[in-house]
């Protein structure tokens, strides 16, 4: 069974300008969230998606935003870059199954570097 | 979600049981404990998880203390391989909620 893929692997932008980036779940799961990672702040929830809907958010600025799509890929987009956005974007997905009986499953990330 | 608190790094010896320590004081009766590994470059790996008894897998062991305060990930044999940082994660089991706080972790070196 494929893992979960992330699209572009590397990414080079720079500031002001805005970038999408792309998960591609597991198949059958239905939930996908992403994650920030940098140095500095560790691992950060952005926000998680299950059918089509934002079911959870964590604490970033408006310039992140994503969607879901019918077949549970998933996009985040992010505007008016700045330099701290620099980071490894993580993208997991999940088969939700009964309380606690489940495990996110995490792709191998989009590095992003904002110059 | 609980709070965790976690040694920041560790060595062991390969071959040897490598065992985590993670303190959660704060969980309450519906949170579990989750732990995940990260290797260098890579996506978090899902190990383990349990919310009163202990669990094994193909990977670990997870002991949770009786008061549930604190628990142990356990890896029989380490290898080189086991390199990495394990993060200790205490979330709810609610299936509508999948977000997972990640503090710093525990540097894990395995060492020849």
Not at chain 1, 15 to 35: A, D
Not at chain 1, 83 to 89: E, K, N, T
Not at chain 2, 3 to 29: F, V, Y
Not at chain 2, 51 to 74: P, Y
Request: hydrophobic content about 30%; glycine content about 8%.
């Amino acid at each position: 069974k494929a893992g979960v893929t992330q699209t572009p692997r590397y990414l080079i932008k720079t500031r002001g300008q805005q970038v999408t980036l792309s998960c591609s779940p597991i198949s059958g799961h239905r939930s996908v969230s992403w994650y920030q990672q940098t140095p500095g702040q560790g691992l950060q929830f952005l926000f998680e998606y299950f059918s089509e809907t934002q079911r959870n958010k964590g604490n970033f600025p408006g310039r992140f935003s994503g969607r879901q799509f019918s077949n549970s890929r998933s996009e985040m987009n992010v505007s008016t870059l700045e330099l701290g956005d620099s980071a490894l974007y993580l993208c997991a997905s999940s088969l939700p199954g009964l309380a606690g009986k489940d495990e996110q499953f995490f792709g191998p990330g989009t590095r992003l570097t904002v110059l | 979600d609980a709070k965790t608190t976690q040694p920041p790094s560790m060595d062991c010896a390969e071959g040897r049981a490598a065992n985590l320590p993670c303190n959660h004081s704060t969980i309450s009766g519906n949170e579990y404990v989750y732990w995940y590994r990260q290797i260098h470059s890579q996506g978090p790996q899902y190990i383990i998880h349990g919310l009163k008894n202990n669990e094994t897998n193909e990977m670990a062991s997870l002991i949770i203390t009786e008061d549930r305060k604190s628990s142990t990930l356990i890896l029989p044999h380490a290898t080189l391989r086991d390199t990495a940082v394990y993060y200790c994660i205490v979330r709810v089991g609610d299936s509508n909620d999948y977000k997972l706080s990640f503090g710093a972790g525990t540097t894990v070196t395995v060492r020849a």
